[in-house]
């Protein structure tokens, strides 16, 4: 999965001004591998060092990552990949060596301080997975435990859909299907080893859906005038994230657990993405980090409306774009860092920094919603030759997506891969994009607002 490189270009762009080494940032950075254009992870290691990063978590237990911290002092969260979860929960023998495997092979020197079991298991529509989940998570907890590990906390990041509503937050409730089956022991698990309740939680997803209802500047912690009152209990917020962090203490609470502590497993802004993309930019990006670090990073702590001056462990997503990830150009644009470890925005982790200093960034021209017309095409740069499967796929799903391309039919002309392929992305893309296809084709395809109907051929359009 990994391209090393043997020369890189190290930039020291990534000390920050206001860095302190003897002070290591409570916070902590997701380290995802989904790309073909990565530095190594040696490399990547420096660059976290630099920047001054507490804790990194990763989406497996990666040898070659895990022996490069040895000797680092950064608090390294390592994952129970979702395939490896029904065997465990099934056999202690199993568990035990995944322990031995990948935590006493490298504690103490490596600092793993948590294991999450899976990967946002609940947003999967599978059973037994479901039902695997909390065993598996009490048979890593019995095997550290029978080697006298006590320091490492046993989680699970779940998806904020978990959640039925967060707007008030106080309706917070976990979902029915999850509530008794998985949530009750899950629950309990966490309170009896005093773990933390792990949450991806996005704004920017629950704000991108309805850009208009709620404003930006309250999701970006712009403006603490702007208030959303939950008016049943008397809680007041002045950002979105409270209220998504929120409804989850009042769907433990309905359960019964007040007690189990909240961690930020994943959290972010994508810096870029497509053109129906709207408020994916750098500005937002840098704005939603530096804001969010000097949350968590204040001193005293400052908590939530509901638990005030609490402190919330929270890993930033992500360090890199990863461009081997699948779906809509956000997924591709998490990243902080370029491939050769220039920030794509500056980022203080210590949160010490004020806004005035750093640079001005460029107000961004997406934070209103498109309107108008788009076309999904090929992108200019890539190799033909992959063009053919892509178009048998846009194709394949009938309806008539590619019914103008048939000898004779208006778009036949000109006989060329990279037309043909042009309409039939188009076509695909404005017939199921409101069922969630993207403008994507493994990176083949590209919107544009530029017509490319030609002759008595039009070709689909998406209309915003
Ligand atoms: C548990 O797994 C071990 C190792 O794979 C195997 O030898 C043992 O038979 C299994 N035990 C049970 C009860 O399935
Ligand atoms: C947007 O806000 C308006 C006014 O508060 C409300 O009536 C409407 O239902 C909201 N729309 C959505 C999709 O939440
Ligand atoms: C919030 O309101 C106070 C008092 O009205 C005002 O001084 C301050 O500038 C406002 N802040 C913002 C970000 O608008
Ligand atoms: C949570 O754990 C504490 C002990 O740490 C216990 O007193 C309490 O009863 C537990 N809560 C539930 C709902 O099980």
Not at 32 to 39: Q, S
Not at 115 to 122: A, T
Request: net charge negative; proline share 6%; charged share 20%.
């Amino acid at each position: 999965m990994y391209l090393r490189r043997e020369v890189f270009v190290f930039s020291l762009f990534c000390i920050f001004a206001f860095s302190n080494a003897l002070v290591l940032s409570n916070i902590g950075i997701n380290y995802g591998r989904l790309g073909n254009n990565l530095p190594s992870p040696y490399q990547t290691i420096e660059f976290l060092k630099s920047m001054d990063a507490g804790r990194v978590k990763i989406y497996d237990a990666s040898p070659e990552v895990l022996k490069l911290l040895s000797g680092t002092r950064l608090h390294v969260s390592i994952m129970v990949t979702n395939d490896q979860i029904s065997d465990i929960a099934s056999n202690l023998t199993i568990a035990d060596q995944w322990v031995q495997d990948n935590v006493l092979a490298y504690y103490p020197n490596t600092k793993i301080r948590s294991i999450l079991v899976g990967n946002e298991v609940l947003s999967y529509d599978d059973q037994k997975m479901w039902a695997d989940l909390v065993p598996a998570m009490q048979k890593i907890k019995k095997s550290l435990v029978s080697h006298n590990i006590h320091n490492i906390k046993v989680g699970t990041p779940l998806a904020i859909d978990v959640v039925e509503s967060i707007f008030p937050p106080s309706s917070g409730k976990f979902k029915d299907e999850i509530s008794d089956k998985v949530m009750i022991p899950l629950l309990k698990f966490l309170n009896g080893t005093k773990s933390y309740f792990f949450v991806d939680v996005y704004p920017y997803f629950t704000w991108s859906e309805n850009p208009t209802n709620i404003s930006l500047d309250f999701v970006l912690f712009k403006d603490s005038n702007q208030t959303y009152n939950d008016t049943g209990i008397g809680l007041v917020y002045t950002n979105l994230l409270d209220q998504m962090l929120d409804s989850v203490v009042f769907a433990m609470r309905k359960l019964g657990f007040e007690n189990i502590r909240i961690g930020i497993s994943e959290t972010g802004w994508p810096n870029g993405g497509d053109m129906d993309e709207t408020g994916a930019n750098t500005y937002n990006a840098a704005i939603y980090n530096r804001n969010l670090v000097r949350k968590m990073t204040a001193s005293p702590a400052i908590g939530t409306p509901a638990r005030p001056g609490v402190v919330i462990p929270t890993f930033l997503f992500s360090l890199y774009d990863e461009n081997q990830k699948y779906g809509p150009g956000t997924e591709r644009h998490w990243g902080m860092l370029n491939p050769n470890g220039t920030p794509i925005y500056e980022l203080d982790l210590t949160g010490v920094r004020p806004e005035n200093d750093y640079p001005q960034l460029q107000e961004p021209s997406n934070n209103k919603p498109f309107k108008g017309k788009l076309w999904c095409v090929v992108e200019t740069q890539v190799d033909t030759e992959e063009l053919g499967p892509a178009l048998d796929f846009a194709c394949r799903l009938g309806n008539g997506t590619c019914d103008e391309l048939a000898p004779l039919k208006s778009c036949y002309q000109p006989v060329s891969e990279v037309a043909h392929a042009s309409y039939a992305f188009s076509s695909y893309w404005a017939k199921f994009r409101d069922r969630g296809a993207s403008c994507y084709f493994n990176g083949l395809a590209v919107q544009t607002t530029s017509d490319p109907s030609h002759g008595s051929c039009e070709f689909p359009s998406v209309t915003l």
